[in-house]
């Protein structure tokens, strides 16, 4: 498995072997919402792959990892190996301005891995020393109580508990954690963008359709902000654009799965009225390990996968060998 090293709200760490299974066979891919890349990292690599989101701190961070594996794992030690309260609100206030696109990466990854829920908004703090019996456990919570002030504990530190499963160190949230040098290799022959997800789409639907004629060689992928969530990824992704891409994936003359979830009933309906092959799955998604709650999603395809095959290919050109350029 390619660990990708941040990770993403509604992500796919759960899903991507269930995804793998309904991939059907293509030699050109695009997808359109990259997010942390779980299921895009660990599919099998194709002909063409362009990995696009319109977050440019995903895309950078990426960048950074293929390009500057060494300087970033380099960079992210001293004070951005720490676990720090401080540091992690003086980058959210700017207070520190990234130097370069490496140091801008760092303090993405810094944010996302102490960040509850990894949604970058609150800080979640440490976590504590390992402990399965009740005396210990009450042990440790007298120890760590009065360390954290009350009014700010409630509001920031979510994250903290004693019944963890890794002792207390600087490392606990990963940050010291190097990158994955599966990672490296896998993005090494992909095309990465920084579009909205329309531009995207037009791209590929230009080189291939239009200039190429090609149909089933193709596959799309969209993993867009499930309905109700939109808030969390500011202006990158709007309630209305749900009905763009609802038009957009209808239309699309190449294969084409969709993961939804959510308040997504408008877009099981506008699928099912187009014939599309709809999976529901249930997916465990918790950021509390004592109270773990299940979330029901959709994987909607425009194919029956039970007729399509899948197909691995190592070489990878770059689009604008497609384009006529």
């Keep these: 498995m390619i660990k990708p090293g941040i990770k993403q709200i509604g992500g796919n760490f759960r899903t991507r072997k269930l995804l793998d299974n309904y991939t059907p066979k293509h030699e050109f891919f695009l997808s359109m919402f990259l997010g942390a890349g779980w299921y895009e990292l660990n599919k099998p690599r194709c002909q063409y792959e362009l990995f696009n989101d319109k977050n440019s701190d995903i895309i950078?961070?990426?960048e950074v990892m293929t390009f500057h594996p060494k300087e970033f794992d380099e960079k992210k030690k001293g004070l951005f190996g720490l676990v720090s309260q401080q540091v992690y609100n003086d980058i959210v206030d700017s207070k520190l301005e990234p130097k370069d696109d490496i140091e801008r990466a760092v303090f993405f990854y810094y944010i996302n891995k102490l960040s509850?829920?990894?949604e970058g908004n609150s800080y979640r703090g440490v976590t504590l020393p390992t402990s399965c019996k009740k005396d210990s456990v009450a042990k440790v919570k007298a120890h760590y109580r009065g360390i954290i002030p009350?009014?700010?504990?409630k509001k920031s530190y979510k994250g903290i508990n004693p019944k963890v499963s890794r002792p207390y160190t600087n490392n606990d949230c990963g940050l010291l954690t190097p990158i994955d040098p599966g990672a490296i290799r896998r993005l090494r022959y992909?095309?990465?963008t920084n579009y909205d997800f329309r531009k995207a789409y037009k791209l590929f639907?230009?080189?291939?359709?239009?200039r190429k004629g090609l149909t089933q060689e193709c596959f799309v992928y969209a993993d867009p902000p499930f309905p109700g969530t939109e808030i969390y990824y500011g202006n990158d992704f709007l309630p209305d654009d749900?009905?763009?891409l609802i038009e957009m994936v209808q239309e699309t003359p190449f294969?084409?799965?969709l993961s939804?979830?959510?308040k997504c009933g408008f877009y099981i309906d506008s699928l099912k009225e187009a014939w599309w092959k709809i999976k529901e799955i249930e997916v465990q998604y918790s950021t509390n390990a004592q109270n773990p709650h299940k979330s029901r999603e959709y994987i909607c395809m425009n194919y029956d996968i039970k007729k399509l095959s899948k197909m691995v290919m190592d070489n990878q050109p770059s689009i604008m060998d497609y384009m006529g350029a």
């Design 116 to 118: 509850f829920g990894s």
């Design 60 to 62: 950078n961070y990426f």
């Design 260 to 262: 939804i979830g959510g």
């Design 150 to 153: 009350r009014g700010v504990r």
């Design 190 to 192: 992909v095309n990465i």
């Design 255 to 257: 294969n084409c799965m």
């Design 242 to 244: 749900h009905y763009d």
């Design 205 to 210: 639907f230009r080189a291939f359709f239009k």
